[in-house]
């Protein structure tokens, strides 16, 4: 390549880049989303315990013995259900994952805690995984 070529293809890469920044600089920043109701948490909460059997039975087919990955799995099944909450009501991803956590720390109530399902709220070790071959 001759010199000329190299020094207006420095000249684009760094005109093309002063674009870009100066768009980003001065874009809007999007609207804070609104605080999540009561009811909204609640239903948050009850949205996301209701699949949890589901994500579990899916992440232990997916990876059997395995339990770091299921539980890595499970959390990204996870994941995707509270951004599309959050994205749908237009409420922040905080206030589903706050709606969540405290769902799973409420007291149980002891006349229905035999009824209640048992949600995992411990964090697996990370362990080497299994070898499969």
Known sequence: ????????????????????????????????PRPATPNERAHFASAVASHEDDWSARAADDFPSDNWSQRDHFHGQEANTVRD???????????????VDDDLHRPLDPRSAAR???RIVNAVPCQPRPIFE
Not at 12 to 29: C, E
Not at 85 to 99: K, M, P, Q, T
């Open 1 to 32: 390549m001759d010199l000329l070529t190299q020094i207006s293809g420095f000249f684009v890469a760094v005109a093309v880049t002063a674009i870009v920044v100066v768009r980003a600089a001065t874009a809007p920043a999007p609207p804070p």
């Open 85 to 99: 909450l959050a994205n749908n009501a237009g409420v922040s991803y905080e206030d589903v994952l706050r709606a």
């Open 116 to 118: 209640a399902p048992r």
